[in-house]
């Protein structure tokens, strides 16, 4: 028989999802016990043949027993059925944190929940004396919000995300019979400092058309032009960006694959990697949805073609090189030695783009969120952008770049000329492979 009393919540790890996520049970008639009290089995069986038994003890007769037993019959046929009923808050989520989402999301993500969970969502919970999961109610998850919402409208919208995460994998794992999570809004206070369904956007830490078009032109001489046009014309994210290789691009239809980025993964440390490599990791995208196949704009798409040469090139001169060898990891924006782009290479030459050419002093993320208002004021549907920007789903868009005022100087037939600029057209691949010198072979085995 497989014990349910647990000792060691950290050793044991009794919250696994083959322990909780039954998939068939029985449960025995009511018997009499040898200390003339009534009681029944639960038998709980599991996806890889295990099972558990649950004795239910203690009633004072077959009456009392018999109904317990039809309520705990149809709590399993619901699927309201908890197999635990005495995990505790704080374990619950240590356990949700370190082996459920550590391994799930990036290491940025992480900390951030981690913060959430231990600085705010814990110690709330504590200060309410709720010890067990079980007891949690929604009012108390509408106090928490309330409370956060005064101290930080960030903090708040995090928390919220936090509770309902956690919350539902603690009902789909017969942990607790109800997420208490669920139906609990933030206080309309921030929701009437934010607009209904929208978020506004600061038109000063947006590009105008004519803007964008100085950042491609004078950013050609440095290092960082590839990211910028990735970033501004394909809405891509940073991480995103340094993970992109030739072999995600289809050269017959003019497409780009988005399949990983380099980050820190969870679970490593530094020490195990070599020097400047721990935070060039490739690790999974952010969401299911971030995997995502886009057009490329014809402007970008002779420039992948460009680099493509002198990515050639640099692994020719260097391929017997002993001392600096050519790293061919295939990233599309690496160093001369073939090697990807840390996270933060591109801030200084960025930040100085800026000030030399008299442009607004905008965060790096800005130019995703400029490609975005281009598209939404250029009238793409929502789905259509959503699906650019590899959002998890279509109100994302919305809530985040929308805007009631004018977010970019320019009117609409002023960016429609731009748009039909950047966006694909078919090129004659043949002929520009004439013109550039670069071999078919080479894209196609790439």
Request: charged share 30%; hydrophobic share 35%.
């Amino acid at each position: 028989m497989m014990s349910f009393l647990r000792k060691d919540w950290r050793s044991d790890k009794m919250l696994e999802k083959k322990k909780l996520r039954f998939v068939d049970f029985k449960v025995d008639a009511v018997k009499q016990l040898a200390t003339d009290h009534f009681g029944f089995d639960v038998h709980l069986i599991y996806p890889d043949g295990t099972f558990m038994i649950q004795e239910k003890r203690g009633y004072e007769t077959a009456s009392e027993a018999q109904t317990k037993r039809d309520e705990t019959v149809g709590l399993l046929y619901a699927g309201k059925y908890t197999v635990y009923d005495d995990v505790t808050v704080e374990e619950f989520m240590t356990y949700w944190l370190e082996d459920v989402m550590k391994i799930k999301i990036t290491a940025c993500s992480y900390d951030a929940y981690a913060n959430i969970v231990n600085n705010h969502i814990l110690p709330f919970f504590r200060a309410k004396n709720l010890r067990l999961i079980n007891n949690i109610k929604m009012a108390h998850v509408q106090q928490l919000y309330n409370e956060k919402a005064n101290y930080s409208h960030a903090v708040a919208r995090l928390v919220k995300t936090v509770m309902n995460t956690s919350m539902e994998y603690a009902r789909t794992n017969n942990i607790i019979s109800r997420n208490p999570a669920k139906g609990v809004n933030l206080p309309k206070s921030m929701e009437i400092k934010k607009g209904f369904r929208t978020r506004s956007i600061d038109a000063s830490k947006t590009l105008t058309l004519e803007q964008i078009k100085v950042l491609l032109d004078k950013s050609r001489d440095t290092p960082i032009h590839m990211q910028i046009l990735f970033a501004v014309l394909m809405g891509l994210r940073r991480g995103e960006i340094n993970g992109l290789k030739y072999s995600d691009v289809d050269y017959m239809n003019q497409t780009l694959t988005v399949r990983r980025q380099l980050g820190k993964a969870p679970n490593t440390v530094r020490e195990d990697f070599q020097a400047k490599t721990f935070t060039k990791q490739e690790i999974r995208l952010k969401t299911d949805s971030s995997y995502r196949t886009l057009p490329i704009p014809d402007y970008v798409f002779e420039e992948i073609l460009k680099e493509r040469k002198k990515y050639e090139a640099n692994r020719k001169r260097r391929i017997n090189d002993k001392n600096n060898p050519f790293y061919d990891g295939d990233y599309i924006c690496c160093s001369t030695y073939g090697k990807p782009r840390s996270k933060a290479f591109h801030f200084k030459y960025y930040k100085k783009l800026l000030q030399e050419n008299n442009l607004p002093d905008i965060r790096w993320h800005d130019l995703r969120s400029t490609f975005c208002t281009l598209l939404i004021k250029n009238n793409y549907s929502p789905k259509a952008i959503s699906k650019l920007m590899g959002h998890a789903k279509e109100i994302i868009t919305l809530d985040i770049y929308g805007d009631n005022a004018q977010i970019i100087a320019d009117g609409v037939e002023e960016i429609q000329p731009f748009m039909n600029e950047v966006m694909p057209k078919k090129i004659d691949l043949h002929e520009y492979l004439c013109d550039t010198e670069v071999n078919m072979d080479m894209l196609i085995g790439a």
